[in-house]
């Protein structure tokens, strides 16, 4: 019987996906629940799974097109022409593709002798074969995946290949036992191993077109929508933070040894959750089909996180109700997250509020584009050293931190933005008020 597998709706309110990578070829055998595809939809690239079991005769788009959920992308058990199923698929032609599926699926599964194993594959987005759970393996346990030879299908790297290379590396100079036989100990990967990781730099040069990715293509189209309906005006200031720096200095040993990097981003999150509930209107959304304010009970903040694929906002939900230490252990999660590709869709969702962060690539101040249906966004610069004029006229040196609060005009003032952006100027330049107040 011909099935056809359609796009599904993999995020809320998902339309459309990118189809950056098939997991499967004409001709594969696929069991229910195996991974067909990676989707790239808005800022979220996902594998999806098959609801079919059979053999694949029909793959209805190249990689790297766009698909409306709905549209069909795989034909199981058909004839190739991506037909229904009244096309004579009789009884008997489907006993006969059990029984090859059962002897194919029986041939695929790896012995100890016969499995293939080949180098990775780079696939068309420049990103290794492997599954978003596989990435995320490989990055805790610190496994450069260039160095991992592949078994899976079509040069994919599985767990078991990570794991048989975590463990190789480890019994280099052991006898090598009857287990491990499947990784060739001749291999150059103890050789390479051995070397540090090599940094690959990004070419310095490039010519010609090339596609926009399924992230880069997300973002134009919310910038320029934002920016095309939204009358915003950002207020640049600085607040003298060498308290806070001193603050930071003290715990961040203690917290590393707990495995959590505190960062000044952690401070941000909790200083802009309590102006959210000191001035609403910041932490709100604009009904514009029913002239509403819509003020939120809870402060979401998104932070906006840099990926090789593009920019990722993931969101620290009750951000108001946690401390420094647990919103920054969640901030480096997050961001691992969004860098190894495991990043679920309901983290992505129901930010009321975001922070930019430009920092650590030396900043100053600039112009972030507020994010979906919210009012502002908040752009964090360096922390320079700087003059600093106290009360009493006396210079020193200080270290000022740069300020960039974009809001949405049709609801927020400048006064009440500036009055806003003092409160946190407040609570930032000084932990021990912050901790008063929050």
Do not use: C
Not at 35 to 41: D, G, H, R, W
Request: negative net charge; hydrophobic residues 40%; aromatic residues 4%.
């Amino acid at each position: 019987m011909t099935e056809i597998f359609k796009m599904p709706d993999i995020g809320e309110g998902m339309a459309e996906g990118d189809i950056t990578n098939w997991l499967v070829e004409v001709g594969d055998q696929v069991a229910v629940d195996d991974s067909v595809a990676e989707v790239q939809n808005d800022k979220l690239m996902q594998e999806i799974l098959s609801p079919y079991a059979g053999k694949v005769t029909k793959l209805f788009v190249d990689p790297n097109t766009t698909v409306s959920v709905g549209d069909p992308l795989i034909e199981f058990d058909g004839d190739g022409t991506g037909g229904s199923s009244d096309v004579k698929p009789k009884q008997e032609q489907v006993s006969k593709q059990d029984e090859a599926t059962t002897v194919n699926v029986t041939e695929a599964t790896p012995t100890s002798n016969q499995v293939e194993v080949k180098s990775p594959v780079m696939a068309s987005n420049g990103q290794i074969l492997a599954m978003p759970s596989v990435r995320h393996y490989a990055a805790e346990h610190q496994i450069d995946l260039n160095q991992v030879l592949a078994t899976g299908r079509h040069g994919h790297i599985t767990l078991q290949d990570v794991q048989n290379f975590s463990g190789s590396t480890v019994s280099q100079n052991q006898t090598s036992s009857t287990e491990t036989k499947n990784v060739p100990i001749s291999n150059p990967i103890a050789e390479v191993e051995a070397k540090p990781t090599p940094i690959v730099h990004a070419p310095e040069t490039k010519e010609g077109r090339q596609p926009m990715t399924g992230v880069r293509k997300a973002i134009a189209k919310a910038m320029a929508h934002q920016n095309e309906t939204i009358p915003t005006v950002t207020n640049f200031d600085s607040v003298e933070v060498s308290k806070l720096v001193q603050h930071r200095k003290a715990f961040k040993d203690q917290m590393k040894e707990q495995g959590i990097h505190l960062t000044y981003l952690a401070y941000a999150v909790k200083a802009m959750a309590a102006v959210g509930k000191k001035f609403p209107e910041l932490n709100s959304s604009l009904d514009m089909n029913t002239k509403e304010i819509v003020y939120h009970n809870t402060v979401n903040m998104g932070i906006a996180v840099n990926a090789p694929a593009g920019l990722y906002v993931p969101v620290i939900a009750h951000a108001e109700s946690k401390s420094i230490q647990a919103i920054a252990q969640e901030i480096s999660e997050l961001a691992e997250a969004v860098r190894n590709n495991s990043i679920k869709p309901a983290q992505m969702q129901g930010g009321t509020m975001t922070i930019s962060n430009l920092g650590s690539a030396r900043g100053t101040w600039f112009t972030p584009i507020i994010n979906g249906q919210e009012v502002m966004i908040l752009g964090l610069g360096s922390i320079l050293k700087e003059p600093i004029v106290d009360a009493e006229g006396e210079l020193s040196i200080g270290q000022n931190m740069k300020l960039s609060l974009s809001y949405d005009h049709r609801l927020i003032d400048g006064m009440l933005a500036q009055n806003a952006m003092n409160y946190l100027k407040q609570l930032l330049s000084d932990p021990a008020f912050m901790l008063m107040e929050v």
